[in-house]
């Protein structure tokens, strides 16, 4: 054979090695689109495995929250039922002092003297 003709054996050797390396680079290929849909899937797990921990502290604070305020409330509702009988007995006192003024001034002097 002349130095310029390809022999057939070499054509297929050729051909067989462009089969391979398409071969190799289709598997390249799928294993790449495989690590990328791995890492999308990581990607996903990862955002809502933060969404969950965000949602649970929500509502944990919102229970806090809700809590307080309950608290909050009772300890209102007392200080207005404080309030309310404080008031009345400023009611009954300012009573008293109406019917009896003699009596408070005269507890005014004895206090003014001790």
């Known amino acids: 054979m ?3 003709f390809v022999g057939l054996e070499e054509v297929q050797t050729a051909k067989h090695f462009a089969s391979t390396l398409e071969m190799q680079l289709a598997d390249y290929n799928d294993v790449q689109q495989a690590e990328a849909l791995m890492v ?3 990607k996903q797990r990862v955002v809502s495995s933060w969404s969950d921990a965000f949602d649970a502290a929500s509502e944990n604070v919102n229970l806090i929250i809700s809590k307080e305020m309950e608290q909050f409330k009772e300890k209102l ?3 207005q039922l404080l309030l309310r ?3 009345e007995e400023e009611r009954k006192i300012d009573d008293f ?3 009896y ?3 408070l001034q ?3 002097l004895l ?3 001790g």
């Open 77 to 79: 509702q007392h200080a």
């Open 111 to 113: 206090i003014g003297e």
């Open 106 to 108: 005269n507890q005014d």
């Open 40 to 42: 999308q899937e990581a």
């Open 97 to 99: 002092a109406s019917r």
């Open 85 to 87: 009988q404080l008031r």
């Open 2 to 4: 002349d130095g310029n």
């Open 101 to 103: 003024p003699y009596i």
